[in-house]
């Protein structure tokens, strides 16, 4: 199989960097995009991105968009395409029929409907197929393949430290020292999520509300899961009693008594004495189709993450400023660092984040 050229990366990266804003919007399906270029003058002429919810997928729309144009031309798709029947026809069909001569592939797909034999299919119809193995491509469907891989979404984690190590002064909440630059990285994290999961502790201390504030994205708020405790879950919290337009659902133990609104859904996942296994509401978040989850915990939700190894990104935002005496520690034992490092992470190179510090940590193989 032929390696892609210089050009063909950086169609792929073009690719990679129109899908990245619409993570979060595709609902179980993966977000991929689509660019036709023309082989003789390496024009662009159409470019479509998985819709809104997940259908129509990027390559039929695509195609239709370049109509006979499309002839002859190369499709750069960031994901392996579809080949079998869901509720869309097989984006390969489309392909082979518009006469496109060449696919370059970002991402091979870890789906077992599609994996290997959309290639086939595609080669078998004298078309050439390259597969790239472009890390972007590979980046924006980390949540998909993890989805088909694990049965469970891709977890960052995201949590907010002063630079004496603290998340937060004792009984107060801790978005009181967040610059505005990490506020709204923080709300793009979100707005790429399938959903945001805190404690019942942190619904309770910090009280927030877990929405996206960015003009213009607010109707991007993913639905907000707490996670309920051995003691369930104050139902006067901004999540359950406030009313924002955007969706709260609460994650108990089977059977467990809990006294909620109708407004408010509950997941029910297996524990124990009302403490719930991560493991099976990872499972059962799986199996709702989602594939990135955000999670923003508090020490213990975070020591349990680690220890159970169901963090794939933690993300940690350092301040400038300090807490000092009455301060609550990011982590029970040791530094955050040390127990990252415990849990099997390795840092990134650090970044600036406005005026405070971004690290994100990633596991490790």
């Known amino acids: 199989m032929s390696q892609p050229t210089e050009v063909d990366v950086r169609w792929l990266d073009a690719a990679a960097r129109y899908a990245t804003p619409f993570v979060g919007t595709t609902a179980e399906n993966p977000t991929v995009a689509a660019l036709l270029v023309d082989a003789l003058d390496n024009r662009l002429i159409a470019r479509a991105v998985t819709a809104k919810g997940g259908r129509p997928h990027a390559e039929t729309q695509a195609i239709e968009a370049a109509g006979f144009a499309a002839a002859g031309a190369t499709l750069y798709v960031t994901l392996e395409p579809c080949h079998h029947w869901g509720r869309t026809p097989p984006c390969v069909d489309a392909i082979i029929r518009s006469g496109i001569m060449r696919v370059v592939i970002g991402a091979s797909d870890t789906h077992e409907a599609t994996k290997g034999e959309s290639t086939a299919r595609l080669e078998s119809a004298g078309v050439e197929v390259i597969h790239a193995n472009h890390a972007p491509s590979i980046a924006l469907s980390a949540g998909h393949a993890m989805l088909h891989t694990a049965g469970r979404p891709l977890v960052t984690a995201v949590v907010n ?193 406005g005026e405070d510090t971004l690290t994100i940590y990633q596991r490790t193989a």
């Open 161 to 353: 430290v002063s630079a004496d190590g603290m998340i937060a002064r004792q009984g107060a909440d801790r978005s009181t020292f967040l610059s505005a630059a990490a506020r709204e990285w923080i709300d793009l994290l979100r707005t790429r999520s399938d959903a945001i999961l805190i404690g019942a502790a942190t619904a309770k201390i910090d009280d927030p509300t877990l929405t996206v504030t960015i003009p213009g994205l607010q109707s991007r708020t993913p639905l907000r899961l707490i996670l309920a405790g051995a003691e369930g879950v104050d139902r006067k919290v901004n999540l359950i009693a406030g009313f924002s337009g955007h969706r709260t659902a609460i994650v108990a133990q089977n059977g467990a008594p809990l006294n909620l609104p109708a407004s408010i859904q509950t997941f029910p996942v297996e524990g124990l004495n009302g403490r719930l296994s991560l493991a099976s509401t990872m499972e059962m978040l799986g199996k709702k189709g989602m594939q990135n989850l955000l999670v923003e915990p508090g020490v213990k939700l975070t020591a349990a993450l680690l220890k159970a190894q169901l963090v794939d990104r933690f993300a940690v935002i350092t301040s400038t400023r300090e807490i000092g005496e009455g301060g609550v520690p990011a982590s029970a034992s040791g530094s955050l660092a040390e127990a990252l490092a415990w849990g099997g992470m390795t840092a990134d190179e650090p970044q600036a984040l």
